[in-house]
């Protein structure tokens, strides 16, 4: 049985909801109490991360899709278990939403936790569904560390290795400000421009990156979820090192500078500040790994810098800012 | 350096917060972009499960403190862990909140996590804080499932079992109902009361009861989290079994019988339909395990009864309801 599009959450009631998002998004593994993941590889450790998406703060649904907001949960956890090292697979999925929200925006979540879940030959084990003025969705990931290695943490940068990234650096940035200046009701003649939007709505990271950079001698890795400058000034805090990005290698690209132009905003903004593209940022001694560009070196000292110099913009966004 | 109590997250800010939090749960495994767990046992399996409690729905500030509300975040996730005979060994915590919200309220969930947590040897691993007109709390648990034995499963019910039961059965229901009349200012005659509030804001569950039951043969296991009959006949439905509770086995103690007077509510409402409880129910041909007590029969048929007859009760709570 499905029910029709107009449907709310209080007309199908839990038990209903519950079987569109395991029909959207299924797993052999869901529907008891807790899920028993499938056996680990030999020598492996199991990783975690958790986040939550609250409405009007994270998405909006009138800029994105209930896909793309599935989309986005998940990617923006599966960084984080990447930036370990790490391989992601599985996920749990907790909503609270009002009574009248549609089954249809649910069911779209979870084909949208599905979609990407996939690209990860992941599976969506289990969750949570209540009640709530506001709507909030919160996904934690979990994943496989395989072998006996260290994991690529905040403090494993050195100097003399090079900062290598692997995805596009303040495309997010540039999409939210578009969609703060137009909605979805692009003009035609900025067509060029929806990628920069897909990227703050949907944002994509091709799996195995971090696998990738671990297996060839990276010891540091995170992702560019604060802004750029805010991630890479962490990375260096606690790893007691001063990282300095390579002006040329960050410039913005011709999207960026066509969106700066339309939108008269400096594009370095987005790229220095914007955040949330989830880039993977390494650092390493040896050549960057496949699908990884040098971006920067690792020095002795503290702080950021771009080709020596202070950073144009430094500010990141925070939870609580 | 430590915030004073009036301080709100608003204005201690976002990495404050999170040192407060990691201040009073802390552990080793946190502080990075996701938690790399400990290696796990030779042949075991992680078991997961994810939990969100909304205020006003789940919870209350003027009938929990906080350390309570953080309590109960824990034992509603790990009794599922423990559920599934796994035992519990690490938790995520995500926050949404308002930037009123006091850092000492958050400080205090977090205590109540480590408090509960250290019970099971287990850690506060990692986490989210967010901002919200809400406050939502999520916690993901997970746990370790040893050997190669299956799980407790809600399908593994057989006719000729005994149900076994461990922990109180009806006194969150009850906690509630002397709340929803007195609020925390329950009259001083009415003191020998308490155990039902505080098994309402702050359920207990001692650990290792999960393991011990499927080390001992038990086949299947569920959590009575949204009511007895509701949680029995899930297990029954889903074991295509009938479920016969032994009505003295059941009935309300003298506590129950006590609050059902001066609240002139007939308790076998709470033990049939209360929920929240969190008593671990199982199935098994063998004796009970420790800690166990027997509390019905699992029969040929469908549904369930009451020493043969129909439960008077047998609305549950619903996240939906």
Redesign the interface.
Known sequence: MTVGLSHT??QA???Q?IHEIVTAAPSALN??????????A??S??????????EG??FRRDWSTAAEIGQKAIVRNF???E??G?RPT?A?????AP?ETPVDFVRGIAQGIAERCAVYNAEL??????????L?I?V????S?GGSGA?L??DGARAGQKLVAHGKIGYSGAGLALLQRFGRALPPELEELWPLIDAHCAPTLSPGRGVIARATGSTA???NSDGLVRDVGHLAQRSGVRIDLDRAAIAPDPLLAAAGAVLDIDPWEWVLTGGEDHTLLATTYKAAPSGFREVGRVMRGTGVTISGEEPRYREGW????
Not at 32 to 40: F, N, W
Not at 140 to 143: E, H, K, S
Request: aromatic letters at 2%; hydrophobic letters at 50%; glycine letters at 10%.
């Open positions: 959450l209080d009631g839990e038990r909801v529907g008891d109490d807790a899920a028993v993941l499938y056996p680990a030999p020598n450790r199991t990783v975690a991360a958790t986040d939550m998406m609250v703060r994270h960084a984080d278990i930036a370990m790490a599985a749990l999925l907790a909503i609270a009574g084990v289990g969750g949570d569904l209540t009640r709530s003025d506001s909030v919160n934690t990931a979990m994943g560390l994991p943490t905040l890795m995170t992702d925070e939870g609580f800012a």
